[in-house]
């Protein structure tokens, strides 16, 4: 592969590849606001400039300029190279790039952040994206010195509401324009522009339109400063209080990567950041996506119940027990939940095919919903997939409602809460739920086991796309919550049965036979085919 | 009571053959800094001590890593709580190293000044109560008295008296105050007075002197062997003191002599520090003759070091650089360091890691009284079991330093 220097460090490039993306991809990187890795480069933040050499035999390109003897105290014409935009320069065969080792462009950054902090209100300990800000890194890392201008700066509107959604404060704004074209190129609703020009530039919404949409949490996370917030993270935490674990968003059979951030103090999820993934997401999310770390805690069973009498687990598995007990395994079902990660559905389909021995598999799940081609499934499930490489030929939720009416099943162990259809007629079943959160399948339960979430449990889960992915425990689990797969191994022993997970690596080892890695070739599960 | 009516020879005592076992400690009035030592009599003799340390260990070295760089300031304090101000100044002096920064001119002979106060303190304290546990309190009222006026000048300056947390990185919390140089110019003075009229008591008294003449000895190698360092060393005539042989701050600038003892027994390490104490003097006169009246004492380094107040409440920058320091703390370079000053009780070493980040990565103390605490079974083995109590006072065992 073609390679240029970085600063004397080999970079390979491909075809088309900007200086900045080059070394992005190499891990090397070149400080910048305005570029984004998925967006376009407008070149106009002038924090990336590099200094290009000059091929051998080839005059230097550089400007004059007046530089000021601070011995004599007058102007004198020297020459300084003429500095690049590395997001915007494309990389060629042999190119000698200085970034940090050169001086003027340590110069020219130690200036642009100068000037991008000249009309910047005092807001760090107000502001939420202090932590995290650019401004602050690139201060302590490239200007490290005190304010020269001590004149009233520009004001600008503050606490300006963008839509339902995003508040935008134009003081704190670096004009950096990634918001804008994120709405146009991505979300492709180009409803945000720029007006004014040098210090009276601000952000705004097109007339007669508000920000709003599918995609306007996005803006708030491109905004390298604090000028667009959240409103609902908007004064919520300190950025420096939060925890974060790698997780796989639930909304939607897309599987959107994203970091869960949560406070482990009071062991609370605050918010969903997308987690870079070329592969399925990109850089991005949806609003709705990202609003549902809020499931972490809405909505959640968290204590056992009896006919919706708050029970003891232990109490609600006796139960379980004598409901079972000696009811014929033809008229049992197991209804598998394709919201729920590989390990619990592993386990489910093992306590009711191998060690109960009944043949009735079914599948819950969400009803599908809004679909659109940039991210968002039309399948509101998070592991459809997964469940159907477990179980090939498990019968649909519909057929469940008809079973239970025909009287052909009456005793059904489900997982999950949720149900695509009208589930109403299943209360003519004896039903055992191990949910997470509330649905109408725990409404009808004559036995609820409460079950973690998927932010408080590693589990993997299968997109549409056939990729399995891991979501990672944050959490520590809820009120008297386990994992599902956990409380099925308590309810097999309950049942009499020798349950043969005990840990989640007894699940993990079996699920690597079941479904191969990449699943775009999924084999037969093995106990299942058995049957 | 009435006179006993048996004649009793010496000889026809039935004594016990078995050996007496008793604990000293941890908590006894002679046991300062809490150490408890088991001892195992024959008579008044004493045969065998196993001396334990570990009951004032609370994870020092563990807790620095919780933290940024500049919140270890104060447990540094907590090492030895008799001189708080020279363990600033150590720990400051070894992340300094580390970062590669240096403080102005004027901060060092502040440090320096500061420092030899805390040590007349340390001094004043560790002879003051070795006298008064050999039943001698007027003196060790006149030495409390003379370190309180040591407390008043850093209370002056630090707003503490005991645990001053003063020390910075890259600086001292403050600058000095105006009267500084009066305070101690008028104090030293009174100081030497009360030490010497202490002295006069102490020194002339043939009780006093029996008691610490010769007792529990110890030769030069034999202390460097068991790696002592501080007055204790130099009391038996090493003068090895990390001012002279590796000077750091501005001690290679300042004329000062290292008092040593021939012997290295008791008295010689009562007398030493009595004579570092002048030397003290003579140290802080030249450092306050040499401090600038103004100019700064913070190094502007913003990686390091806190922006004025007043920027912070008015500029982005200083509100960033403040932000930063103290959110994030401040960015050590990674890497590793030992860095080594003259303490109370000897050579007081901070080796710390860096990984780059704002909190260590560890942090390990040296601290000069454990080395010597270990040499205490030596020193008593043999000995009667009064001699415990001069001894192990003139050895100056501060658990805050010791149990790590």
Known sequence: MATFKLDGIAVPFEPGDTIIRAAHRQGLTIPHYCWHPGLSAPANCRMCLVEILPKPGQKPLSLDILELDKKTGQYRPIQKPKLQPACYMAAAEGLEVLADTSEHVMRARHDVQEFLLLNHPVDCPICDQAGECTLQDYWLEYQKTPKRMHDEPVHKPKGVEFGPTIVYDGERCVMCTRCIRFMEEVAKDPVLDMRERGNLNEVVVSPGRQLDGHYTFMTEHVCPVGALTTKDFRFKARVWFLRSAPSVCQGCATGCNAHLD????????????????????????????MLTYKEAHDGRVLEASVDSATRTTAQALEEAKALLSGVPMDTVAIVLSARYSLEDNWALRELGLVLMGTRNVYVSGRPDGYEDDILIHHDKNSNTRGVAELVPGAKSFEAL????????????????????????????????????????????????????????????????????????????????????????ADLATALGYEPSWVKLKHIRGQLIGSASPDASTPSLPTSASAE | ??????????????????????????????????????????????????????????????????????????????????????????????????????????????????????????????????????????????????????????????????????????????????????????????????????????????????RLENVAPISGPDAIAMGWTGPCLRATGVAYDVRKAHPYLKYDEVDFDVPVGTKGDTLDRFLVRLGEIRQSKRIIEQALDRMADDGPVNCDDPRFVLPPKSDVYTTIEGTIRH???????????????????????????????????????????????????????????GRMLADIVPTFGSLNMIGGECDH
């Not at chain 1, 870079?276 to 709705?288: A, L, R």
């Not at chain 2, 009571?1 to 007496?20: I, R, S, Y």
């Not at chain 2, 050579?347 to 980040?357: I, Q």
């Open chain 2, 1 to 210: 009571m009435e006179p006993l009516d048996v004649e009793l020879d010496e000889g026809e005592l039935e004594l016990p053959a078995e050996p007496m076992h008793l604990n000293m400690g941890p908590s006894h009035p002679a046991m300062h800094g809490t150490v408890r030592m088991v001892l195992e009599l024959s008579g008044e003799t004493i045969a065998k001590v196993d001396v334990q340390v570990g009951y004032l260990h609370r994870g020092f070295e563990k807790m620095c890593e919780r933290g940024t760089w500049a919140q270890v300031f104060p447990y540094v304090d907590r090492l030895n709580y008799v001189s708080p101000m020279l363990n600033n100044i150590g720990y400051a002096l070894a992340v300094e190293k580390l970062c590669g920064v240096a403080v102005p001119e004027r901060c060092q002979w502040y440090r320096m000044a500061l420092g030899e106060l805390a040590r007349i303190s340390d001094h004043l304290t560790c002879d003051g109560a070795m006298a008064m546990e050999l039943g001698a309190f007027t003196p060790f009222l006149w030495f409390i008295k003379a370190r309180e006026m040591v407390w008043d000048i850093l209370e002056e300056e630090t707003g503490a008296r005991l645990t001053h947390s003063f020390g910075r990185i890259g600086g001292m919390a403050e600058p000095p105050t105006p009267d500084f140089k009066k305070l101690c110019r008028a104090a030293l003075p009174q100081i030497l007075h009360l030490l010497e009229e202490g002295e006069r008591l102490l020194l002339n008294n043939r009780i006093f002197l029996d």
């Open chain 1, 262 to 289: 949560y406070d482990p103090r009071y062991n609370k999820a605050y918010r969903y950041r997308p987690r870079d993934n070329e592969k399925v997401n990109k850089y991005w999310m949806c609003d709705e996506g």
């Open chain 2, 323 to 381: 932000f930063k320091l103290i959110m994030e703390g401040a960015r050590v370079p990674a890497g590793e360091v030992y860095s080594y000053t003259e303490a109370g009780n000897g050579e007081l070493g901070f080796y710390l890691v860096s990984d780059g980040s704002g909190t260590p990565y560890r942090a390990r103390i040296r601290p000069p009284c454990f080395q010597i605490v270990g040499g205490a079974q030596r020193l008593l083995e």
């Open chain 1, 401 to 488: 409602v008809d079973d239970v009416a025909a009287r052909r099943i009456t005793h059904v162990i489900a997982l999950g809460g949720s149900a695509p259809v009208n589930a109403g007629p299943l209360g003519a079943a004896k039903l055992v739920t191990i949910a997470a959160h509330g649905g109408p399948l725990t409404q009808l339960a004559r036995v609820v086991l409460p079950a973690t979430s998927w932010a408080e449990h590693s589990g993997t889960y299968v997109n549409a796309k056939g990729m399995r992915q891991i979501a990672d425990k944050a959490l520590e689990p809820l009120g008297a919550s386990k994992p599902a797969w956990k409380q099925l």
